[in-house]
Antibody, heavy 124, light 110 residues
Framework: QVQLVESGGGVVQPGRSLRLPCVAS????????MHWVRQAPGKGLEWVAV????????NYADSVKGRFTISRDDSKNTLYLQMNSLRDEDTAVYYC?????????????????WGQGTLVTVSS | QSALTQPASVSGSPGQSITISCTGT?????????VSWYQQHPHTVPKLMIY???NRPSGISSRFSGSKSGNTASLTISGLQAEDEADYYC??????????FGSGTTVLVL
């Protein structure tokens, strides 16, 4: 069945970098818009970034623009989030999510599948 | 990209109906019909409950329904059950083709 598995989380010092992979199973990420969403401890959901199915168009939340980069490797069916210049406030569980297709075959049918998340802790 | 505004908590007794509001602007909720709602129980992954304002994914109970008027979207839970106690988040696509979540609402079943 459809599955998304994130990894790469851990403890990192402020100003350092981290890359999160999200491996997808049972569907092709190239056919869907794919997102990253994060949730700080005890806080709400925050949308982070999207890469559209064309693989070219990418959009970011203002809070990460210029520091984070979303990308994908279709041959590995894997989504990535490259996080640079990390800050304390980037501490969160990071989820990858698939944007579902509507009946007309286009997005957005909401974030219909989510990974289990990976915890990133930015601390000195 | 300010978070959409939701009430911090909404409560109701079993069997009752409750409605959660989600207020945005003409640049998000008021701009399109790509409003979705998510349920999150403690220590679990968010679950899609409603998409495109009022569509339910397969397997979601008909007790959950959505609507929108102007810059405000709403989620109604009818026939409230103990298992509905959870956090609920709205989400909208924006005119800039980014996305924004609501601040979240805790539903309490009395």
């Amino acid at each position: 069945q459809v599955q998304l598995v994130e990894s790469g989380g851990g403890v990192v010092q402020p100003g350092r970098s981290l890359r999160l992979p999200c491996v997808a199973s049972d569907f092709s990420i190239s056919s869907y818009a794919m997102h990253w969403v994060r949730q700080a401890p005890g806080k709400g959901l925050e949308w982070v970034a999207v890469i559209w199915s064309n693989g070219i168009t990418k959009n970011y939340a203002d809070s990460v623009k210029g520091r984070f980069t979303i990308s994908r490797d279709d041959s590995k069916n894997t989504l990535y989030l490259q996080m640079n210049s990390l800050r304390d406030e980037d501490t969160a569980v990071y989820y990858c999510a698939r944007e579902g297709l509507r009946a007309a075959g286009r997005g957005t049918g909401g974030f219909d599948y989510w990974g289990q998340g990976t915890l990133v802790t930015v601390s000195s | 990209q300010s978070a959409l505004t939701q009430p911090a908590s909404v409560s109701g007794s079993p069997g009752q109906s409750i409605t959660i509001s989600c207020t945005g602007t003409s640049s998000d909720i008021g701009d399109n019909n790509f409003v979705s709602w998510y349920q999150q129980h403690p220590h679990t992954v968010p679950k899609l409950m409603i998409y495109e304002v009022n569509n339910r994914p397969s397997g979601i109970s008909s007790r959950f329904s959505g609507s929108k008027s102007g810059n405000t979207a709403s989620l109604t839970i009818s026939g409230l059950q103990a298992e509905d106690e959870a956090d609920y988040y709205c989400n909208s696509c924006t005119s800039s083709k980014t996305f924004v979540f609501g601040s979240g609402t805790t539903v309490l079943v009395l």
